[in-house]
């Protein structure tokens, strides 16, 4: 596909202001004067279209704030959690960190020469998609322990490291932390301006995340909570190293979001940011309780600037959740009517 | 015993200014010019008596913080691991948890009236510590389980609050969260105050200490790592839970702890505090490294004012570290010489 189009609707107080804003909510600013004199002066969620989602985020933010309000949380219990794919970045045509194990596969089939006809390494080298998908859980972990385990974890940021900075996105010809949602970014960033601690909380690896999320989206590693291999402490000629073995430790997926949030954070969030199925228990644990809360699920409506699913697709499916929402009272996102602009890579 | 008799060791400068000391460090006095007045005009480690100890830890947080120096780190990266049981609060004559896990015994045995001839409860109702020992860990894991699990995450920190306003230590008869050491909440403050953030690393349950570390320890709920039981997210009535489950999660101790701050933290540490062979991987783990490490181990040696053990005994058992701790160059806190004030109860 061809470049993506920027929306027509623009705000023309962004238009005259929009490095400032994007810049400082990048973290593209040294903190000080410049910095606090460009968020005093511009929308901190300039991509984001004026509107009832808009409104739904900032009069939550007002409310639970306000010092003398009704609703008023304090600083240390302002925790907001966000899924990763299909939330901050996006998850098509496949999770990204599918991609990854599927390239390693390729890099590390000359020091496995059975991989050519053994399966599910025979399907990811002849890119035979629906076989790797036919042969279901099982592929997967083969693909994910040959992929992801038989390393320390020093050398495995390495791996992944070095491999954000090659790949490229198929559609978008970019590297995939471009991929990244502009709305989001600035509204992690908006959050923290008021106190919230901000949270990754992904079905995706905890390791595979935490070499980049600091860099992208402000969150240090310590703020992340993924999916996770056992790992073995070992000493190696004198040296201490942790050990990736080939065992599943955590699936931080659907109901072990709670799970995951509990563990990691011991506080529930008064705010979650979700967009599929997966999300669904994270969303229900955080704004089914007492005083206010925010639930945000993020509808991919805009094939035209990225990708548009929801009930039927085999990455981030909405079905349940949408639902939910509408029971629950969530905020859904919709990309298209919501986002003025959708990847931080788009001209202004 | 008898009520603690004070170190007769005083520093004239900490007798005149002790309660301003201890009022900023334990946060009790607010933020703000008053504060900020107590920290620049005493020792922010009024109760180290001045020596070798209390260099070693100074000296690292100034080659550390010293921005044109080569052994700079920058703050995000300045993380500092401390061990609880026997590093920030005392663990004689049983682990504060284990007298918590008996005295649920006790509460529950109305509710099991099979418990009087079943071990391990028999043991535990006849106080028979002799006999529940010999049980080994197959009846600590019963015991634990009966009282820590088979209840949601919300009634489990009321049970724990509750004990702790109750419950008192045999030989000090005060609470147990009184039985902090003052020279380590000193230096918990000092580490912050030079932009470290202070993780908790115990073998203790993660659930356990959430309760109450913030309050005691300024360490908030999401930088401790501990051991833990699965938890399992269920809707109860239309609200979520987390129920806690009779299954062994995750043993934060030995091997178990550099795994544990890699998971939860992410990062490796640049200094780590422990006080027996269960900290002796996490303490390789902070200081095998490239750049500046400090090491510290706690070594308990004064009977008079808390308890002194090292080589032989059921808890804190401290032999094979302190042999690391010569060969690796780990400072050793001599509890009778380095700490002035052991205490946070006695009077300056």
Excluded: C
Aim: net charge negative; proline share 7%; glycine share 8%.
């Amino acid at each position: 596909m061809g470049p993506i189009v920027r929306s027509p609707r623009i705000n023309r107080r962004v238009a005259l202001s929009g490095l400032a804003v994007v810049t400082a909510a990048a973290g593209l600013l040294p903190p000080g004067p410049a910095r606090a004199q460009a968020a005093a002066t511009t929308d901190p969620l300039a991509s984001w279209n004026d509107g009832a989602t808009k409104r739904a985020i900032t009069d939550f933010v007002a409310r639970v704030t306000r010092e003398d309000g009704a609703d008023y949380v304090k600083p240390a219990e302002r925790v907001a959690v966000f899924d990763n794919d299909g939330t901050l970045w996006a998850e098509h045509p496949m999770y990204f960190q599918l991609a990854f194990a599927l390239d390693r596969v390729k890099a590390l089939a000359p020091l496995h020469p059975d991989w050519t006809d053994t399966q599910p390494f025979k399907a990811v080298l002849e890119g035979d998609m629906k076989t790797l998908a036919g042969l279901g859980d099982r592929g997967a972990i083969e693909v994910i322990t040959a992929t992801h385990a038989g390393m320390s974890t020093a050398e495995f940021e390495t791996v992944v490291t070095d491999w954000l900075a090659t790949a490229r996105h198929p559609r978008f010809k970019r590297p995939y932390t471009d991929l990244v949602y502009q709305p989001m970014i600035e509204l992690l960033a908006y959050l923290r301006a008021n106190g919230f601690k901000t949270f990754i909380v992904s079905g995706g690896g905890i390791e595979f995340m935490r070499p980049w999320v600091e860099r992208v989206y402000g969150i240090p590693p310590e703020q992340v909570v993924g999916s996770s291999i056992k790992t073995a402490f070992e000493m190696r000629d004198g040296r201490p190293v942790l050990f990736r073995l080939p065992q599943v430790d955590f699936i931080d997926d659907k109901t072990g979001k709670p799970v995951g949030i509990n563990e990691h954070i011991g506080r529930r969030p008064i705010a979650a940011f979700g967009n599929s199925d997966g999300d669904l228990e994270m969303l229900q644990w955080t704004t089914l309780a007492d005083g206010v809360r925010l639930g945000v699920i993020v509808h991919h409506t805009d094939a035209e600037r990225e990708y548009a699913y929801d009930r039927a697709t085999p990455f981030g499916r909405l079905d349940k959740a949408l639902d939910a929402a509408v029971a629950n009272q969530w905020t859904v996102v919709d990309v298209k009517r919501d986002w003025m602009r959708v990847f931080p890579f788009e001209a202004s």
